[in-house]
């Protein structure tokens, strides 16, 4: 018979620790319990008594009330990992939970307030060996015709899947061969994507972003099975399209004048992208040969920049700023305070404010209420005196080329 704690939800202990990368039994020793009943309450055969809940509670600093709050159906489709090939287990369902309490905040705040419009067209083609080069750079090439992005560099990658429906969020979860993971939240019909913040490199981070995007528009419906089996594959497709998307044929070619390191690290300020992703786009655009693009990566290491690249630290990573903005929205038009909307939402405050990209310490500071842009209350929680709501589109820094 199920003892302790009634609502206890089982599987929210075992996000809670696999988010820290904790197994049984550490979790167990720091608790005084065996790890047979760590085990059984994440069965759900029993539950914890109300001063074991309170140890939990301490050990991963969430609410107690966090503990009994129903993990949400996701139904996603395959999650998608940017990632080192040796990544450990861990490392990937760290990053997959910090994915699932995205999507749990992104549809709590969906009762109140509406997302922008999704607008992505992700391939039919289920056969991932009919994908082809220049399907996968015409695909490129539509999506930034469809977000009105122009032939020039994009301003700010992550801002653009924002615009475009996009669910992002990007923190730091200890792991640095993870970069990222994306989904498809079938029930939702919307993308999600999480950035793995751990190496600090904006330029990096715009590739991860374009590369989880290329699987949202190319690998909706592989299943886990074919992603697994084809895995090398299914990356070279998405490394090829987030290579098109920031890098588009004719534009990019036109600026190319000579292929050297020098001449490439010059575009790099403008373009944002590596010398390294520069090289690898020549050799695809056919603007040197194979014994051309193995001479360059040399070159590149013998420079000491395989791991690390001039202007690497100089460009800032783009910070996503949906759920930030929905954040401050909430607060500013009185709809919680901050207390509450923190109780509201189950979640920690340091928590909530990685997730939502909010400054530290943001849910202390009660003079704060920030900036609002971009979205706008549903209308049963409009205040009748504020008068109609009109949704602001994110602001474009790219400049287009002509």
């Not at 901050?338 to 939502?356: G, I, Q, T, V």
Request: hydrophobic share 40%; proline share 4%; net charge positive.
């Amino acid at each position: 018979m199920r003892t302790g704690i009634a609502g206890f939800q089982p599987e929210r202990l075992k996000q809670a620790r696999q988010v820290v990368g904790m197994n049984k039994t550490v979790l167990a020793d720091k608790i005084g319990r065996s790890v047979s009943t760590v085990s059984k309450w994440e069965s759900g055969q029993q539950s914890p008594e109300a001063l074991a809940l309170a140890s939990l509670s301490k050990i991963f600093q969430l609410p107690m009330h966090w503990f009994t709050q129903p993990v949400q159906s996701c139904r996603d489709g395959t999650h998608f990992f940017r990632s080192n090939t040796s990544t450990t287990i861990s490392a990937r369902k760290v990053a997959e939970v910090r994915l699932q309490w995205l999507q749990e905040l992104s549809l709590t705040f969906q009762k109140w307030m509406n997302w922008p419009q999704l607008k992505l067209n992700p391939l039919k083609e289920t056969d991932l060996f009919q994908i082809s080069d220049e399907q996968i750079d015409d695909l490129a090439e539509s999506c930034r015709a469809h977000w009105g992005l122009g032939q020039g560099p994009i301003g700010n990658v992550i801002q653009a899947m924002e615009s475009a429906g996009v669910v992002c969020a990007r923190d730091s979860i200890g792991h640095l061969k993870m970069d990222g993971v994306s989904t498809w939240h079938e029930l939702e019909g919307r993308p999600y994507v999480f950035i793995v913040a751990d190496k600090a490199n904006g330029i990096r981070n715009r590739f991860d972003a374009a590369h989880e995007l290329g699987h949202l528009l190319m690998h909706r419906h592989i299943d886990k099975e074919s992603y697994e089996k084809n895995y090398a594959l299914i990356e070279e497709q998405a490394h090829r399209f987030a290579a098109a998307f920031l890098m588009p044929e004719k534009s990019f070619i036109r600026e190319v004048r000579r292929v050297t390191l020098d001449d490439l690290l010059a575009l790099k300020a403008r373009w944002k992208v590596s010398v390294a992703a520069m090289i690898t786009r020549c050799y695809q655009l056919n603007l040197i040969d194979e014994n051309d693009k193995v001479r360059l990566f040399k070159s590149l290491s013998a420079r000491g920049w395989r791991k690390k690249e001039p202007l690497d630290n100089v460009i800032q990573p783009e910070e996503p700023k949906l759920l930030g903005r929905a954040v401050h929205m909430i607060v500013t038009h009185g709809l919680y305070t901050k207390d509450a909307l923190l109780n509201e939402l189950s979640f920690d405050a340091h928590n909530l404010e990685r997730l939502c990209g909010l400054v530290p310490g943001y849910f202390m500071d009660i003079n704060d209420t920030g900036n609002v842009e971009l979205i706008n209350f549903k209308p049963r929680y409009r205040k009748p005196t504020s008068g109609q709501s009109q949704v602001i589109a994110f602001e474009r820094n790219n400049r287009q080329s002509k």
